[in-house]
């Protein structure tokens, strides 16, 4: 696996709005700083609408349409820019993967989970089979003749990460992966985002489900966001200890 971190430098974001003849630029990011490190489990925690889902979508290149973009997005090396679409295509797979906030909805309905990873596999030149994925991330070798309709929640969580780990990326994101999975589930997938860490991958994870986090002990870093800018990004050891009022309230010591 190439292993590499990624960073947010300075990164303001406005997304033109239509509403009937005119059109306003809405300010959604504000000179937000972020680097997800090589080998760690950062957590990206904050109330709803406070950009999270923004920043990953800066780091995987998949900036909504109307988006005006300033400031650096560094993958290893290199520094791409939000219209750079033959760049972001060149490393998203192979050295960026996404689990996206609903994974039922990523998978194509008529067609079984097999034939999907496949596809995925033959695109990336991957190193595993369908099968092996799908033991990659605690599924039967059986899920590869199913359609996703007849998977559970869970399972259909597990197929996006497999799908999402196929290439070996070394930078992960994953956007909420535990939301309306139960407690066994949760921490199954909280597991493994934790061995993609330990194996090399920078993993970013958007979440709001902090305890179940907590307690898989996989998180090492947290960064906080507020209003479309990110307050801090501590050690965990250092969050848990915060007095700020608003960190712990998301942390749940106190009411939000």
């Known amino acids: ?147 996703p309709h007849e998977l559970s929640g869970g399972m259909a969580q597990r197929v996006a990460i497999a799908a999402a780990l196929a290439g070996r990326p070394a930078l992960l994101i994953a956007d909420e992966p535990t939301s309306a999975l139960d407690p066994d589930n949760a921490a199954l997938v909280w597991r493994l985002l934790g061995e993609a860490a330990a194996d090399g991958a920078a993993v970013l994870v958007i979440t709001h489900d902090l305890p179940s986090l907590l307690r898989a002990a996989v998180c090492d870093e947290v960064a906080v966001m507020a209003r479309g800018t990110v307050l801090s990004h501590e050690p965990l050891e250092d969050t848990l200890s915060s007095a700020d009022p608003y960190l712990r309230a998301l942390l749940g010591t106190v009411p939000v």
């Open 1 to 147: 696996m190439v292993t590499f971190s990624a960073a947010l430098t300075g990164l303001t974001v406005d997304i033109d709005l239509r509403r009937g003849r005119r059109c306003a630029a809405v300010p959604v990011l504000d000179q937000v700083n972020l680097e997800v490190n090589a080998g760690r489990v950062t957590a990206l925690i904050g109330e709803s609408g406070c950009g999270k889902s923004l920043v990953a979508a800066a780091l995987s290149g998949l900036m909504p349409p109307g988006s005006r973009v300033r400031g650096q997005v560094r993958i290893g090396d290199r520094e791409l820019r939000a219209g750079d679409e033959a760049g972001w295509r060149a490393l998203r797979g192979r050295h960026i993967g996404v689990v996206p906030q609903s994974a039922a909805t990523s998978l194509t309905p008529v067609r079984t989970v097999g034939s999907q990873l496949a596809e995925i596999c033959s695109r990336l030149g991957a190193d595993r089979t369908p099968e092996q994925l799908c033991a990659a991330v605690a599924l039967p070798a059986s899920v590869v003749g199913r359609y």
